[in-house]
């Protein structure tokens, strides 16, 4: 076995947790976070006092309000949740080049060489986990394992604020006891077959004769039993940050429409949002991708790849409402979303009679002066229309937080 010591860093209920930091009425009280209004709306994060009443992540709303009805709902905000993560990177960093971003709210660390810096491994976590409660006010649970999939497995295991080292002779003891579902990269399909087995626990796969997981499996089979056996090779990455394929933006409406007002209304709006993005990765993109889901659950995608690369809202919005008009125009939508591909670096010199470039600019500036002062300062004029955001407010209701409850009753 190779000689590694590997870390996965997890926040704890990440999204709940910093809107319990950043609304003090919020601390000690069950929190749902929730991308959008409306009783389909699915729980997008819990706080731990949530938790405690079964709620999870990805229940629909009014399921966890059934099971929590004192439950404190709360309209997530992507962005803050970003560039936190992006700060925890930055920690992370201080303390090895080797750090992949495995989602939003974990990642993995290869401590292996750094140790005669900054000590045992688990000095190294105690410090991580110091600092992340210094500079954010946040705390998170930490695995120490010698692979990634061990470390993965035992970051859960003492939540919240939990520090859990595990090495190879643990795994008859920590391990394997665990029911099968439990290991890492087993969906409940999986697991449903393999009970069929009779394979209960991962001691059970670890077990039994790989030859018969493999003619049950195929390929997969093996793999099945390597990780039974907590064999995982695969290096941490830190290439992953660096390579961003696309970037995007999606919203569940409050109530399915084909009003063009509307849906222009809220492309503009998640233009905006994935304009932002683009510009704090210094990004332009190529291919403008438009994702909108039917009264029938139906999803269909339509993309354009233009010469150019844009990056403002304006640009990008433009390049979607035609999408839509082109492929959608008449259908009754519940969802709508923009993303963008093809992705480069944009340059530093702005060019002086290029109108687009100038746009740019000011966005730029007002993005600036929105991050400075933490709220909205500026933003697009289509967004500001008085007469069209007196007329969609009232019916989109979500940006207006005093209309929670009667979104929610509707």
């Known amino acids: 076995m190779l000689n590694r010591v590997i870390m996965l860093i997890d926040m704890d209920a990440f999204f709940a947790q910093i809107e319990q930091r950043d609304q003090p009425e919020l ?3 069950p929190v749902l976070v929730i991308g959008g209004p409306g009783k389909r709306t699915v729980v997008t ?26 439950a404190k709902v709360v ?56 600092q992340v409660r210094n500079k954010l006010n946040l705390s ?24 859990t080292i595990i090495n190879y002779e643990d795994i008859p003891e920590m391990i394997w006891p665990l029911s099968v579902e439990k290991l890492f990269g087993v969906g409940v399909k999986i697991s449903q077959r393999l009970n069929k087995l009779g394979i209960n626990t991962i001691g059970d796969l670890a077990r039994y004769p790989k030859a018969k997981l ?6 997969y089979g093996a793999e099945l039993h390597n990780r039974a056996w907590g064999m995982d090779f695969s290096a941490v990455d830190p290439k992953v940050a660096e390579e961003i394929s696309s970037i995007g933006h999606s919203y569940t409406l409050p109530y399915d429409t084909d009003e063009l007002s509307l849906i222009k209304w809220y492309l503009d709006w998640l233009s905006s949002k994935v304009a932002e993005r683009l510009l704090k990765d210094k990004l332009k993109a190529r291919t403008i991708q438009l994702v909108v889901r039917f009264s029938d659950f139906k999803t269909k995608l339509v993309q354009v790849t233009l010469k150019q690369p844009i990056e403002t809202p304006a640009e990008i919005s433009k390049v ?18 923009i993303r963008t591909g093809n992705l480069t670096n944009f ?64």
């Open 320 to 337: 979607a409402y035609e999408l839509f008009l082109k492929n959608f125009k008449g259908r009754k939508i519940r969802l709508i979303g």
């Open 45 to 70: 994060a819990s706080s731990y006092e949530a938790k405690k009443f079964g709620v999870k992540s990805g229940m629909p709303l009014y399921q966890a309000l059934k099971l929590c009805p004192d």
């Open 75 to 130: 309209f997530g905000d992507h962005e803050k949740y970003l560039n936190c993560s992006y700060e925890l990177l930055k920690i992370y960093k201080q303390y090895t080049d080797l750090v992949e971003p495995y989602s939003i709210d974990e990642a993995f660390l290869d401590v292996t060489q750094v140790q005669s810096l900054f000590g045992t491994p688990q000095e190294i976590a105690q410090k991580i986990k110091a």
């Open 27 to 29: 601390k000690g009280k």
């Open 214 to 219: 493999i003619d049950e499996f195929g390929v």
């Open 347 to 410: 340059s530093k010199q702005l060019e002086l009679f290029n109108t687009r470039s100038k746009i740019a600019t000011v966005f730029m500036l007002a993005n600036k002066l929105n991050e400075k002062y933490q709220k909205t300062i500026i933003e697009p004029g289509a967004l500001l229309v008085k007469n069209k955001a007196r007329y969609l407010r009232k019916k989109v209701g979500c940006f207006l937080s005093h209309h929670q409850k009667r979104l929610f009753n509707d």
């Open 140 to 163: 998170c649970s930490i695995g120490i394992g010698p692979n990634k999939l061990l470390a993965k497995m035992v970051a859960d295991f003492n939540k919240p604020d939990g520090l």
